[in-house]
């Protein structure tokens, strides 16, 4: 019943944004936009900067984290020269898993502000690899004044330097940020269930393959850091919630913008999404 309590909410909001981009079909990009300038960088500098962030308590995690990343990439190689699989377009979808539209909320209704916390410092160590080595593997050029003038960034460095320094900001200030925060895990939610909206049933197949590899392949190397990496409970938890997440929709802007066949990596990553109600059912039945 837990489990079921935690992912109702979730896909029912997913469930809504289907609806209405059925009937609808509206243009994503002025919301992801808004997203990615303005709500996202409140959320990230609203949990950085609190007192209850503790970042060298979760170094081990972090760490955790970017192993995830690079373990599914090494383990995800081979099956792309096995099954003759595109690995430019491939590889990216297993390695960089949707931990924000999805793991956000799904961190919060699981493990509460804790959970939340643990959740955005992987979103981030996912996030600068994804626009370093990810854009890489696309086969783009790594910009480091893109890195530099980022929203998210420049919020994450502002908010560890609040958190880190034991500058006080008044509430004033940090009150508005926090409601703009509080907009990104239901308008994400709502925006990955437009896009289900485009899910190509000619392509199934291929998206029904990656549905199963992106999971296991997160969570092959996350049980091998378990034994290796002292984390508590709850860190060991939200590391294999983060592990087991489907594709990034990240991925299909990507593999758009550098060509690398997006029809594909768009069945990766939409049927794993759509897959994720019953691969992460499962998940979140063995942790809770």
Avoid at 5 to 33: C, E, H, M, T, W
Avoid at 43 to 65: H, K, P, Q, T
Avoid at 95 to 101: A, E, I, R, S, T
Wanted: aromatic share 10%; charged share 10%; glycine share 10%.
């Amino acid at each position: 019943m837990k489990t079921l309590s935690i992912l109702l909410p979730v896909f029912s909001v997913v469930l809504v944004g289907y609806i209405y981009g059925r009937i609808y079909r509206p243009d994503l990009k002025a919301i992801n936009q808004v997203v990615l300038y303005v709500f996202l960088p409140a959320l990230v500098f609203d949990v950085l900067s609190g007192e209850n962030f503790r970042i060298l308590e979760m170094r081990w995690l972090a760490l955790g984290a970017l192993a995830v990343v690079l373990g599914s990439g090494l383990f995800a190689l081979p099956i792309t020269l096995l099954k003759q699989i595109h690995w430019r377009s491939f590889l990216p979808c297993m390695m960089f898993n949707n931990c924000g539209n999805l793991g956000l909320p799904l961190a919060a209704l699981t493990f509460g502000d804790l959970g939340l916390q643990a959740m955005v410092l992987m979103f981030l160590v996912s996030n600068l690899f994804h626009f370093t080595l990810g854009v890489w593997i696309f086969g783009g050029a790594v910009s480091a004044v893109g890195l530099i003038t980022s929203p998210v960034n420049i919020a994450t460095i502002a908010g560890l330097g609040v958190n880190l320094s034991g500058v006080s900001v008044p509430d004033i200030v940090l009150e508005p940020i926090g409601w703009l925060g509080q907009v990104v895990i239901p308008l994400m939610l709502f925006s990955l269930g437009v896009r289900m909206v485009d899910v190509n049933f000619s392509q199934l197949g291929d998206g029904l393959l990656a549905a199963l590899i992106c999971p296991l392949t997160g969570l092959i190397p996350a049980v091998i850091i378990l034994l290796v990496i002292p984390l508590d409970p709850l860190q060991s938890g939200m590391l294999l919630l983060f592990a087991g997440l489907p594709p990034a929709a990240l991925n299909f802007l990507l593999a758009e913008q550098y060509k690398q066949r997006p029809g594909d990596v768009a069945a990766y990553v939409l049927v794993g999404n759509a897959m994720a109600v019953f691969t992460m059912g499962i998940l979140l039945w063995l942790l809770v």
